[in-house]
């Protein structure tokens, strides 16, 4: 994760601050705005295709335009978003800005066609679209902000959450139906491979890989086939290795959660507490050979 704090800011902007990932071909960034008054300027990426969502909007609206001194005339709506075209032009603008929270996702088309396959349409891209919404993808762009950049997995739910949004977004006729299952040969080989390569990151586009499937459709239908994603299933895994380390060594946290790819000690207790509900030193006291 990279934090920039921008010093050239436009009228009335007090500070930007943005945080960027990349995953899957796409670069994922969380920009807090603080400003005082009417507030209007060029977004950044005018070179590429991106896709915004607004998170946070304090003192008024803000919309995107097209034109500078054109007003958007799609009607205002909370969490509002936009798809931007390559090569176009685009301003934001608030008539009393305060602050205000969004998240933009830069796209790579050649390479998100290329490893995506048939589930991705680039003709989603080819045309402005302002002020829509849609719950499913503001739950997937709120969980890839909140991503922590530490531990073995994040690259592999970044992957996932960017694959979903990207489904989402091109509206593929065929996302509400019942995804097909792997066979379980399929299965065996995923996990066998996931097992094997632990506690590294993994990419989605390996395993996917391992099967000649889209990224898309090999999450769907892993989830279906085991009732899980890849990211939890690789993470419940982690916890496993950790509960053989606390039960069968006396190494300190520090040591196990080196050794089982989370970042430290404190990200390890978090995520093995919210996943059996103990920390892990209380695990091991109860787990304990008496």
């Known amino acids: ?3 920039v704090f921008e010093s050239d800011l ?8 943005r945080r960027s990932w990349t995953w899957n071909g796409a670069t994922v960034e ?7 008054g009417r507030v209007i300027h060029p977004m950044p990426h005018a070179n590429e295709t991106r896709f915004t969502v607004s998170l946070a909007e304090v003192g008024s609206a803000t919309e995107c335009r097209l034109k500078r001194d054109q007003a958007n005339p799609i009607e205002h709506s909370i969490n509002h978003m936009a798809v931007i075209s390559r090569g176009m032009p685009w301003w934001g603008y608030a008539g009393r800005l305060r ?3 969004y998240a933009m996702i830069v796209f790579d088309v050649p390479r998100l066609e290329e490893r995506l396959q048939g589930d991705f349409r680039p003709a989603v891209f080819e045309e402005p679209r ?7 993808i503001l739950s997937l762009v709120k969980m890839l902000i909140d991503i922590s950049d530490v531990g073995a997995s994040s690259s592999l739910f970044g992957d996932s959450l960017v694959a979903g949004v990207l489904a989402l977004l091109s509206a593929i006729p065929s996302i509400e139906r019942q995804p097909k299952k792997l066979a379980p040969w399929q299965v065996r080989r995923v996990t066998d491979y996931m097992r094997s390569r632990l506690p590294r990151p993994i990419e989605l586009g390996e395993l996917a890989a391992l099967l000649g499937h889209s990224q898309w459709h090999f999450c769907r239908a892993f ?3 085991t009732g899980t994603s890849p990211y939890q299933w690789q993470l ?3 916890i496993k290795m950790v509960q053989g380390l606390l039960l069968n060594s006396e190494a300190p946290l520090d040591v196990i959660a080196e050794a089982t790819g989370f970042g ?3 990200h390890l207790i978090r995520t093995f507490k919210k996943r059996s509900g103990l920390t892990p030193a209380v695990w091991r006291r109860d787990n304990s050979f008496r």
């Open 30 to 36: 969380d920009i807090h705005e603080h400003a005082e």
């Open 130 to 136: 302002l002020r829509f919404s849609d719950p499913r």
């Open 1 to 3: 994760m990279a934090t």
């Open 264 to 266: 430290d000690a404190m």
């Open 223 to 225: 989830k279906a086939s």
């Open 236 to 238: 419940d895994e982690r």
């Open 99 to 101: 602050y205000a929270r």
């Open 10 to 17: 436009p009228e009335n902007v007090l500070s930007i601050e």
